[in-house]
């Protein structure tokens, strides 16, 4: 079975289903969830009160440092170094499109707050890395930190550096000694008088509390969420009317809708369509809606053969488990109304195929009248 014979997720697609068109490969080449390279946030997170030393202790940055990984690892961001100082902290990270910066930096505060009872500010201080800045030098500026703050004399002594890259030396070391990175004193100042103007108070944010993804010093597993016990059954989620809940019977699709079809169970399968879909697929399903006409990719009409064919089931399971790009909308739309939407698709299409032969005789008198 090749994997054009799966649906979005890796489900085998039971025989009847329709072949599925010939698409162009998306241009997926950078892993997804980075931001280009350029994007890289300079970041400062400083700890209350200033001028006591919470985190250069040998076991905490130990810690620190293994939460740093276990976020790389588990593609939460990616950061490229971090420089523990006693009362404040420096990375270099990159975000993944999906979370914002705020949430997955407050996340990891809170779980170090929690786990290591390190008490830190609210908020944090960020610096998108503009094109002319490089990389490099924020790096070096970064690591001769201690330097300059006279708690050691060469960068190579300060124990509590992280860095991603095992190829990180101190080989730039005389030029940043010597010249003092741009900003090299403006900065300190700068975040000095910010942190005087954001004052000091602990936030809300700094409240324990468990996120399904996050990690927990509490369960043996480590994660924070639990499965549930084996062999239960959430309240409503015992799906025994397979037909009706995966449009399929027997591991093929459902030919025949498998709930009552009334005029209201049409009209609300309208609405839903219209409400729904068809900003993609417009109101006639011919696949030319909005969003398609703003650059999103173009979805078969439903009045080609092939669709009109494709057994009712298919178009519940398209619903359910997304199809190709389209998302499933099994969160959005509950079963009923996706039998209902999908009762509608089968009257669209039939309003723009259908015989003579289909109307029943009384209206076909009327027809013939107005001849
Ligand atoms: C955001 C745009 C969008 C929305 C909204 C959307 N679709 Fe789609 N749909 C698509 C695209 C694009 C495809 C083609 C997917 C592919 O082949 O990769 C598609 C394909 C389909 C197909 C054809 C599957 C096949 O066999 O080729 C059906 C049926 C379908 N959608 C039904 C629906 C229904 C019903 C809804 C509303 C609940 C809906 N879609 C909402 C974009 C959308």
Known sequence: ?????????????????????????????????????????????????????????????????????????????????????????????????????????????????????IEWQRDFFDHRLRKEESYREKADYIRANPVRAGLVTQLEEWPYFWTADPQESASSEDRVLRGGAPGGRALPILLAVLVFLVGCRPDMTNQPKATPL?????????????????????????????????????GTYVTQLPVKLTRDFMIRGRERFDAICAECHDRTGSGNGMVVQRGFPQPPSFHVDRMRNAPIGHFFDVMTNGYGVMYSYATRVEPDDRWAIAAYIRALQLSHNAALSDVDSADRATLDSKK
């Not at 489900?11 to 072949?19: D, E, H, K, L, W």
């Open 214 to 250: 996050s990690e927990s010093d509490f369960f043996s597993n480590g994660a924070n969420a639990r499965r549930p016990p084996a062999h239960t059954v959430a309240r409503g989620d015992a799906h025994e009317d397979t037909a009706f809940y995966t449009g399929q019977t027997n």
């Open 1 to 117: 079975m090749n994997s054009r014979d799966r649906n979005a997720n890796g489900r085998a697609r039971p025989p009847g289903a329709p072949g599925r068109p010939q698409r162009k490969k998306l241009p997926h080449e950078r892993p997804l969830w980075l931001r280009p390279e350029d994007e890289i946030f300079f970041i400062t997170v400083c700890c209350e009160p200033r001028g006591k030393n919470q985190l250069c202790y040998s076991n905490i940055g130990r810690a620190i440092f293994d939460s740093v990984e276990f976020r790389n690892q588990n593609a939460v961001w990616y950061a490229h170094l971090v420089c523990l100082m006693p009362d404040h902290l420096h990375a270099l990270i990159s975000f993944p499109y999906e979370r914002p910066m705020r949430q997955i930096i407050a996340d990891w505060k809170r779980f170090l707050a929690t786990k290591l009872k």
